[in-house]
């Protein structure tokens, strides 16, 4: 069932919906409560096989990741979310820093999910994996002269580059990345080539990066893959290719969706159970059907649009450096003209 909740939040009023799985009255120790910036149909079908496996029932709130994180706050606590589930390890990592987490670390956890996809000290812990890489056009570009991200700085991609905008996380993220591997003296002059081959201002979206390649625009780009499995969904001979990056030296870029425990969760037990289960094969499948990513999991085959695509090598950087240098990141693209 829907439920509007109405709250101010930083002189906003925050409009969110509640649904529960299962019945409103269950005790509260067969309950589970998420607050969740996944959107309702990419978890729905997750909480609802939780629920018939297990028999907990699951409410879930949904909203804007910062929303829910002031929330978070606010309520200290006196909050009825026992997890609080988002993308990308920059917001992971933030909700940790600001204390909303308790350590999670369990025998389950540490043999499904890799390392590198988890906090360290079991705050929260990758689910899903979103990898960041080169899309190319198959009509002007030959991937033999591809490499890595680096190389997208060299000038013979002058007038051939399109990226979006410095605002979006995942490219935080990236550009954090490239701080962690190279430091900020390398990582900078990356950033200035980047800039220097942009065929046009930085696009607002992934989709909006393959669109302009699409249109001649520009060549190359970077995007998380599962938008390239939405475009190929709706379009499948359109002209573009994804091609790995990095595969001789450090790896694919990759980020996660992910949740934690909240510190105050009235259900830490039902939480932990759920996050266990998450992690798990059952529900690995159904994340990698759901959204077109990878499973965090890596002993689960991977969906078979994304399989078609090939293996990689991921970057194996604990996604904790994300968040870390992720200020660093902001100012970087700001000092080098990358909006």
């Not at 890489?133 to 002269?145: C, G, K, L, Q, W």
């Not at 994304?306 to 968040?323: C, E, I, P, Y």
Request: glycine share 6%; net charge positive.
């Amino acid at each position: 069932m829907n439920i509007k909740t109405q709250g101010v939040l930083v002189l906003a009023v925050l409009v969110l919906a509640v649904t529960s799985i299962g019945t409103a009255q269950a005790k509260s120790e067969g309950l589970v409560t998420i607050y969740s910036s996944r959107k309702e149909h990419l978890i729905k079908p997750l909480f609802e096989s939780f629920t018939k496996d297990t028999g907990i029932k699951v409410m879930y709130l949904t909203g804007k990741g910062g929303a829910l994180i002031e929330r978070l706050k606010l309520e200290g606590k006196n909050t009825k979310a026992d997890m609080f589930m988002t993308v990308d390890a920059g917001n992971l990592w933030y909700a940790a820093t600001q204390g909303l987490f308790q350590a999670v670390q369990t025998q389950t956890l540490e043999s499904n999910i890799p390392s590198h996809l988890r906090d360290p000290k079991g705050l929260w812990t990758g689910l899903s994996v979103r990898a960041r890489t080169i899309v190319y056009s198959t009509e002007r570009v030959n991937p033999a002269d591809l490499s890595t991200y680096e190389n997208l700085a060299d000038a013979k991609w002058a007038n051939r580059l399109c990226l979006r905008t410095s605002k979006k996380i995942y490219t935080k993220s990236l550009v954090a990345s490239m701080i962690y591997h190279h430091g900020k003296n390398k990582a900078g002059d990356i950033i200035s080539g980047w800039v220097n081959n942009l065929a046009a201002t930085p696009n607002a979206k992934d989709s909006h990066v393959m669109n302009a390649i699409v249109s001649g625009q520009c060549d190359v780009g970077l995007v998380n893959t599962y938008y390239f499995a939405r475009l190929i969904a709706k379009r499948p001979n359109v002209p573009l290719r994804l091609f790995w990056a990095n595969q001789d030296t450090t790896g694919v870029h990759v980020n996660v969706s992910g949740a934690g425990v909240t510190k105050y969760a009235p259900n830490a037990k039902g939480a932990i159970k759920l996050l266990e289960w998450l992690s798990s094969a059952k529900a690995q499948a159904i994340y990698a059907s759901l959204n077109k990513e990878y499973p965090a999991n890596q002993n689960i085959a991977e969906d078979e649009v994304v399989s078609s695509w090939g293996s990689f090598k991921q970057d194996k950087m604990n996604l904790t450096q994300a968040g870390v240098l992720q200020a660093d990141a902001v100012k970087l693209m700001q000092t080098k003209d990358y909006r």
